[in-house]
């Protein structure tokens, strides 16, 4: 009896031991995790903003799939929100703050426990890829959120790691979003032609780019400088494509609405004229426009379509990757003249 006695009296003061040292416990918390993630900015920014894109990243989703979403009517921005159940009880998220690009604030609670604040922040590199911080804070903690943690390991460790790889899966969402793409041969056209501004150069295949880059804003700068306004997407015409000797000679151009005088050496004037053309579509990164070369080229040589000698080999670029970072999104448009 006396043994018994003894023993509950040890329990009782492990219990009274574990009691205080709970109540010891800091009042607050705060865990955070950075990760750099290859991808623009703005495309890290328009994934996370939006509730409907965080199951496809969350590692808690991942851990217990049988855990059940429900979307609020406004997921996007300030205001929006989604709740989770599972076996633990239910939880909320909500967007209470927004800076375009930069920063989301948001306020998470899970079943009873405190409200906890949870923050995003992005920085872009200049190499393309963006540093982002996933932290969340709590404060005010009552004695029994603190005994749940304290059971549980804490909050570095039951939050921590799920950030860490959170941050992880979203990287690979994103990067696999990026490379999204698809090629249409439309077929037969007419192309309307018209009048355009535009600069020619030549140059080997692998510089193409960085003079493309280099062309285009003296053109552009040009038309806005002399107020002659735009008249559609800015176009390549190309002249020779000698792979044998990777060179390529090519003409920048922007359509223009009628005929101008230019004073600029460098900015000449030029008409297209209206040309039956095989077009192709693609939807999607720059970096495959040779399949869907490849792809109209083929189609004119399986619909027996002959080619005219030094006609418009033209790429029109619909998208400015500008106001579209997602190269997914962007849209090209190929046009061949054939007789």
């Not at 060179?247 to 009628?258: D, I, Q, R």
Request: hydrophobic share 35%.
């Amino acid at each position: 009896m006396k043994a018994f006695k003894y023993i509950l009296f040890l329990i009782l003061i492990l219990i009274i031991g574990l009691a205080i040292y709970i109540a010891v416990q800091p009042n607050s918390f705060h865990v955070e995790r950075t990760k750099t993630l290859k991808a623009p900015t703005p495309v890290v920014y328009n994934n996370v903003i939006d509730f409907k894109n965080w199951e496809a990243w969350s590692s808690w989703i991942e851990e217990k799939p049988e855990t059940v979403i429900t979307l609020s009517d406004k997921t996007k921005g300030i205001g929006g929100s989604y709740t989770w159940e599972d076996e633990d009880g239910i939880g909320t998220m909500k967007t209470v703050d927004t800076k375009l690009n930069a920063s989301i604030k948001q306020e998470m609670q899970f079943a009873d426990f405190p409200i906890n604040t949870v923050n995003w922040h992005f920085k872009p590199n200049e190499n393309g890829t963006t540093d982002v911080t996933w932290t969340i804070d709590g404060k005010d903690l009552p004695f029994g959120f603190k005994a749940y943690t304290t059971v549980m390991g804490g909050m570095e460790k039951l939050i921590g790691p799920h950030y860490e790889r959170g941050l992880e899966m979203l990287d690979s969402v994103l990067v696999a979003d990026m490379k999204r793409y698809s090629v249409s041969v439309e077929g037969e056209t007419q192309h309307s032609g018209g009048f355009y501004l535009y600069n020619t150069t030549s140059c080997k295949m692998d510089n193409f780019k960085v003079k493309m880059q280099e062309m285009f804003p003296k053109i552009g700068g040009y038309a806005i400088a002399n107020n002659i306004k735009m008249a559609g997407s800015p176009f390549v015409i190309y002249h020779k494509w000698d792979e044998a000797n990777n060179t390529v000679m090519f003409s920048c151009a922007v359509p223009t609405s009628s005929r101008f005088e230019t004073t600029e050496p460098e900015v000449l004037t030029g008409q297209l004229e209206s040309f039956k053309a095989v077009k192709t579509i693609l939807n999607g990164d720059y970096e495959n426009l040779k399949e869907a070369w490849d792809k109209t080229m083929s189609y004119i040589q399986t619909n027996n379509l002959e080619m005219i000698d030094s006609g418009p080999m033209i790429e029109s670029y619909l998208t400015d990757p500008m106001d579209t970072p997602n190269p997914a999104d962007w849209i090209t448009e190929i046009y061949i003249a054939i007789k």
